[in-house]
């Protein structure tokens, strides 16, 4: 099975500064097809997860552009820029290359 | 606009069974894959179940492998989770998501596994 493994548990940021999450895998993501299969999601507190990037690297739908994520086949980033009060939640990546589909652990950030 | 309504949870002895339906609208149900992931209280998120458009073809990690079945009504619109033989190790949130993107997630519904 593919571990994710995010990095940090927590962080906490000052409104309007930056954060970054690291989610490092223990096997290439880069499928045959040259896509890149890692997921993000932020889940807010008592609130369903919802979709943030999409193949690494691509904003879903209605997420606004501050946030952003890189990376390489295994090592990826998802910063957020300008952070804002509604940011706040539990982050947790995830992959589709390969049955079992695993997530990371997440990473829960905090407003200071 | 797409929803996706979760229904079927509640209390259940161990060893007994149960099952969730997620109700889909606001886009073609048909055409896409459905899936289940799970949540237990103040843990991570778990996949527990994927299955294609037409419902030809269905996946599961090992955890519930023989023990969980997931399947599709494309003609109601509607997703079904039967668990079977529940173990407390699965009480959790279940939210069923569209696509292979997980990109949009019901609200969820509670499953607790207790004597």
């Known amino acids: 099975d593919i571990v994710l493994t995010q990095a940090p548990l927590s962080v906490s940021v000052t409104p309007g500064e930056s954060a970054s999450i690291s989610c490092r895998s223990s096997?290439?993501?880069?499928?045959?097809?040259?896509?890149?299969?890692l997921y993000w999601y932020l889940q807010r507190p008592g609130k369903s997860p919802q979709l943030l990037i999409y193949?690494?690297?691509n904003l879903a739908s209605g997420v606004p552009d501050r946030f952003s994520s890189s990376g390489s086949e295994t090592d990826f980033t998802l910063k957020i820029s300008k952070v804002e009060t509604e940011d706040v939640g539990v982050y947790y990546c995830g992959h589709r290359l390969e049955y079992p589909l695993t997530f990371g652990s997440g990473t829960k950030l905090e407003i200071k | 606009e797409v929803q996706l309504v979760e229904s079927g949870g509640g209390l259940v002895q161990p060893g007994s069974p149960l099952k969730l339906s997620c109700a889909a609208s606001?886009?073609?149900?048909?055409?896409?894959?459905l899936n289940w992931i799970r949540q237990a209280p103040g843990k991570g998120l778990e996949w527990v179940a994927s299955?294609?458009?037409?419902?030809?073809?269905?996946y599961y990690p090992d955890t519930v492998k023989g023990r969980f079945v997931v399947s599709k009504d494309n003609a109601k619109n509607t997703g079904y989770l039967q668990m079977n033989n529940l173990r407390s190790e699965d009480t959790a949130m279940y939210y069923c998501a569209r696509t292979s993107s997980f990109d949009y997630w019901g609200q969820g519904v509670m499953v607790t596994v207790s004597s």
């Open positions: 299955i294609n458009p037409d419902g030809s073809s269905t």
């Open positions: 096997k290439s993501l880069l499928s045959s097809k040259g896509i890149t299969s």
């Open positions: 606001g886009f073609t149900f048909s055409s896409n894959w």
């Open positions: 193949q690494m690297s």
